[in-house]
């Protein structure tokens, strides 16, 4: 099992619309996690990060934690063509120190 | 420039022969990590830093690659005897807390 799945998409919204992005873990201990946004050819961006259950919200994205079902999301409100790219989901070990990540669902905004 | 450098950006090499990638990580960063990224993937965890100290390193494709951080500021990445499957972008990234990624090495194995 790895340590980080994502559905690969592609997902395609429409300009305007919520963009919905998912992420199941497996190390139980790990404590924070993060999505990151790359797009074609560039190195991943850090987009945002949260370490505790609930709702985290920064502009249009939003951060879903629950830890007991080991599920994190991440919403786009207001979806924008720039807004395409593929988006990773990362998680931090128990310990802390290593970062993996999922293979990214690729994101398509119609105008 | 104050973000991760990485050098060469792209590289081109025959069958067999070695390379050897550079990393600056952001300057009060302690902690520098080396992931492999290909086509439609997410980035691979190889080895990590802290300092000039390498704790994690059985990730580590084969024995063909190697990894150095021998002042504890930039590090290094060889691939022995490059094969066409080593062909990938490879990334470096420093943290504190969150990783910030340089634009990452292109290798091409022909």
């Known amino acids: 099992q790895k340590e980080v799945e994502q559905n690969s998409g592609p997902l395609s919204v429409p300009e305007g619309a919520i963009a919905s992005l998912n992420c199941t873990y497996s190390?139980?201990?790990?404590?924070?996690f993060f999505w990151y946004r790359q797009y074609s050819g560039k190195s991943p961006e850090l987009i945002m990060f949260?370490?505790?259950?609930g709702d985290k919200e920064d502009g249009r994205f939003t951060a879903q934690l629950n830890k007991a079902s080991q599920y994190v999301s991440l919403l786009i409100r207001d979806s924008q063509p720039s807004d395409s790219a593929t988006y990773l989901c990362?998680?931090?070990?128990?310990?802390?120190?290593?970062?993996?990540f999922g293979t990214g669902t690729s994101l398509t905004v119609i105008p | 420039d104050t973000g991760v450098s990485q050098n060469p950006r792209h590289k081109i090499t025959k069958r067999g022969q070695n390379v050897t990638f550079r990393c600056d990580p952001i300057?009060?960063?302690?902690?520098l990590y080396w992931y492999r990224q290909t086509l439609g993937q997410g980035p691979e965890f190889l080895t990590y830093?802290?300092?000039?100290?390498?704790?994690?390193k059985s990730r580590l494709l084969s024995d063909r690659f190697s990894a150095e951080r021998p002042k504890g500021s930039f590090s290094t990445l060889e691939i022995q005897r490059t094969e066409q499957g080593d062909s990938a972008m490879y990334l470096c990234?420093?943290?504190?807390?969150?990783?910030?990624f340089g634009e990452g090495s292109r290798l091409t194995v022909l």
């Open positions: 990234a420093s943290d504190v807390g969150e990783l910030f």
């Open positions: 300057s009060e960063h302690n902690r």
């Open positions: 830093f802290q300092n000039e100290a390498q704790l994690e």
């Open positions: 949260i370490y505790s259950n």
């Open positions: 990362a998680v931090n070990t128990d310990t802390g120190n290593q970062f993996y």
């Open positions: 190390d139980r201990g790990s404590q924070s």
